[in-house]
């Protein structure tokens, strides 16, 4: 059973960090690119970021660009969402997703149940 | 980045009938278009990849069409557990975005 279960939210300042993880479980993880969708409260869907499924490129939606950071481990089938000078615009459901094709960017076939994060004095 | 726009934000209908749903892309993204479904509480689904594909398990009542910049999503027969909100997105270059979302209520 494919599985992504997102953990690392909560309550944090404006302009602290916070680091999220997505663990990854059921399918190959070397094999997939691994992406940040967040949903701010009562709004849409916004993509945040991508981790190529070798690790070796990133991409970044420009509002985090510079102040977020993926990262992966595969010894540990997670992904990572550094997340530095956190504004009140971050508050979000963080949620992980995982690409739908092999070695390739594509679209998000599965994904976790998402954790919150709040910015907030 | 691509700006993605649906229509209408809003449709309200009654089971058993069709809906269609809009997304314009502010420039060509050739097929590159999904569609997700999400309900209160819930991560999205994949319903729709490259303009027409149906994801696993998605009924047939699910089709897309569309190219460039205009695609669309046709949801016939409704059933109840259809009412949702739905999101376009596409992948033709980074950043990848969302259409702001449009929500499917029962009338």
């Known amino acids: 059973q494919v599985h992504l279960v997102e953990s690392g939210g909560g309550v944090v300042q404006p302009g602290r960090s916070l680091r999220l993880s997505c663990a990854a479980s059921g399918f190959s993880f070397s094999r997939y690119a691994l992406h940040w969708v967040r949903q701010a409260p009562g709004k849409g869907l916004e993509w945040v970021a991508v981790m190529s499924y070798d690790g070796n490129n990133k991409y970044y939606t420009d509002s985090v660009k510079g102040r977020f950071t993926v990262s992966r481990d595969s010894s540990k089938n997670t992904v990572y969402l550094q997340m530095n000078s956190l504004r009140a615009e971050d508050t979000s459901v963080y949620y992980c997703a995982r690409d739908m094709r092999e070695n390739y960017y594509y679209y998000m076939d599965v994904w976790g149940k998402g954790t919150a994060v709040t910015v907030s004095s | 980045e691509i700006v993605l726009t649906q229509s209408p934000a809003t449709l309200s209908l009654s089971p058993g009938e069709r809906a269609t749903l809009s997304c314009r892309a502010s420039q060509s993204i050739s097929s590159h278009l999904a569609w997700y479904q999400q309900k209160p509480g819930q991560a999205p689904r994949l319903l729709i990849y490259?303009?027409?594909n149906r994801a696993t398990g998605i009924p047939a009542r699910f089709s897309g069409s569309g190219s460039g910049t205009d695609f669309t999503l046709t949801i016939s027969n409704l059933e109840p557990e259809d009412f949702a909100v739905y999101y376009c997105?596409?992948?033709?270059?980074?950043?990848?975005?969302f259409g702001q979302g449009a929500k499917l209520e029962i009338k």
């Open positions: 997105q596409h992948r033709a270059n980074w950043p990848y975005t």
């Open positions: 490259e303009t027409s």
